[in-house]
Every structure is written in C-alpha cells, then in structure tokens.
C-alpha cells in the first residue's frame, strides 16, 4: 500500500509482482533476488517543454516499472516484457552511434552517469515489466532509467544516491547516450 497508495490496485500489483518474479525464474533460474521499483511521471503544467529547454511541473503516478534482480559479475543481463535480453559489459561504457534509440544506449548511459560521479557500478541479471504507457507522455523512458539508477543505488551505493541524482544521471544517458534532447 505504500508504493501504490490505491487499495483497489492491490491485488493487481500483487499479481504483477508473483508474475515478474515467475518470469524471472523461467530465464534466469531461481535464487534469493531483489526488486526495485520505479514510477512513471505525468506533467501538470508545462507538457514536454522540457525538449525546448522549459520548465515542467511533474508527479510521479501510480505506475511503474518493476525489476527483479540478482546480482552478478562484470555485465548487465536484462530481459523486458517481450524483449531479447539484453547484454551490456559494464567495462565498456563508450557511446556507441549505432545503439542510439535503443534500450543498450539507455543503460550504458545510466553505468557511465554512474562511472563520471564515482559511484560504484556492477553487474546484474533483471527481468523488468512496466504498466507506464510507452509513447504516452508519461515518461516510460524516464522510470527506465530510473529503475537502472535505483538497482544500481542498491546493489552497489547502499541505497545512497538520491532521487535526484538518478534523474540527473537518467537524463544524461537520454540526451548523450540515446540521443534525445530531454529535461530534468
């Protein structure tokens, strides 16, 4: 009830959690894992003036990306509602032209956001499914990233690195990684 507040909605994210756990287990076998949660985001003023450079006033919904994770050595293994999976090698973290536009870009961008802060990154094995609308103004890109920062915040930072430096960090792997000029 904390994380989703409407208790109409219970039973459906419970279903939703056992589902993401039973789907994780089907990749990636089962162990002792942990979920993070991200929100998706609504504009109340100011829809997307941000991608010119101007403000928006911004909650946080009831939606979100969930993950299930267990930590592993040396690369980020990441399957997403009906995805491939998704590999990246955490020691290179270059910006690639031809991953422009693409999940990899996204989470290369969030370890090297990471990397240039000196936190500490590592690697992870996930299975991610959202309910944030994609394409719908309610930044289903931004809970991404988010989620990255904050299993990362966990696994590797104690849980110690705020909100709003994830956002930072999301929204720098969004403009110089994918290749999308956003705002905060």
Same mark, same amino acid.
């Given at each position: ?13 419970? =279903? /939703? +959690?056992?589902?993401?756990?039973? =789907?994780?287990?089907?990749?990636? &076998? ?10 998706? *985001? ?11 450079? !101007? ?5 946080? @919904?009831?939606?979100?990306? @969930? ?8 690369? @980020? *293994? ?11 090698? @955490? ?8 991953? =422009? &536009? ?5 989470? /290369? &961008? ?8 000196? +936190? =500490? ?13 994609? &394409? ?42 994918? !290749? ?5």
């Amino acid at each position: 009830i904390d994380i989703y507040v409407d208790t109409d909605q219970l039973e459906y994210q419970k =279903k /939703r +959690y056992i589902d993401t756990i039973t =789907k994780y287990e089907e990749y990636y &076998g089962e162990g002792e894992v942990q979920i993070f949660s991200a929100p998706g *985001r609504s504009e109340i003023g100011g829809n997307h003036t941000d991608h010119q450079h !101007g403000k928006v006033l911004a909650c946080a @919904i009831n939606r979100d990306a @969930i993950g299930v994770v267990k930590q592993i050595d040396g690369e @980020i *293994r990441l399957i997403s509602d009906g995805s491939e999976e998704y590999v990246v090698d @955490i020691t290179d973290l270059a910006i690639k032209e031809e991953e =422009k &536009g693409t999940t990899l870009s996204l989470i /290369r &961008g969030v370890l090297a956001g990471f990397q240039e802060r000196n +936190y =500490k990154i590592g690697g992870f094995q996930a299975y991610i499914t959202s309910d944030v609308l994609i &394409g719908s103004g309610v930044s289903s890109s931004a809970a991404f990233e988010t989620l990255i920062g904050s299993i990362l915040s966990g696994l590797y930072n104690e849980m110690s690195i705020s909100s709003t430096d994830i956002a930072i960090i999301g929204q720098y792997a969004e403009n110089v990684y994918f !290749g999308k000029p956003c705002g905060l």
